[in-house]
């Protein structure tokens, strides 16, 4: 493969204000909102994580689809971080839980992980 294998990525959530005040907190900044696919009458709702195209990782959105469930643990997604330990405070500060505190993944850096206010089950990644 010649690029990074993921190109976006969707967490599902069911309460978007309070999800959205989760992530916001933990990262420290602030989400956009994007229009749903013309056409779309659903009510699907999506605010996108800050991103550029000149940048190195993944785009993505927090969304709100009527009929389909967060929490269902399918998918995890890894956030890079400074510090992974903060971010894994922030999130237990702001309604998430710690479900394993930062621990060392060899020459990889160090991972922790978390479950958000909608259930789902996030990583964070930091080289320190």
Not at 5 to 28: C, H, K, L, S, T
Not at 120 to 126: C, R, T, Y
């Amino acid at each position: 493969m010649k690029n990074n294998p993921v190109g976006w990525f969707e967490i599902y959530v069911q309460d978007m204000p309070r999800a959205r005040a989760f992530y916001e907190a933990v990262f420290q900044g602030a989400l956009s909102p994007l229009a749903s696919p013309e056409g779309d009458a659903s009510g699907t709702e999506m605010w996108a994580f800050p991103s550029g195209m000149d940048t190195y990782g993944s785009p993505g959105a927090l969304v709100k689809m009527p009929g389909y469930p967060s929490g269902s643990g399918g998918t995890l997604v890894y956030f890079s971080c400074a510090d992974c330990a903060q971010e894994a405070g922030r999130a237990g500060a702001h309604g998430g839980k710690v479900f394993k505190d930062k621990f060392s993944i060899g020459p990889y850096g160090f991972v922790a992980l978390v479950t958000d206010t909608e259930g789902n089950l996030i990583g964070l990644h930091s080289l320190a």
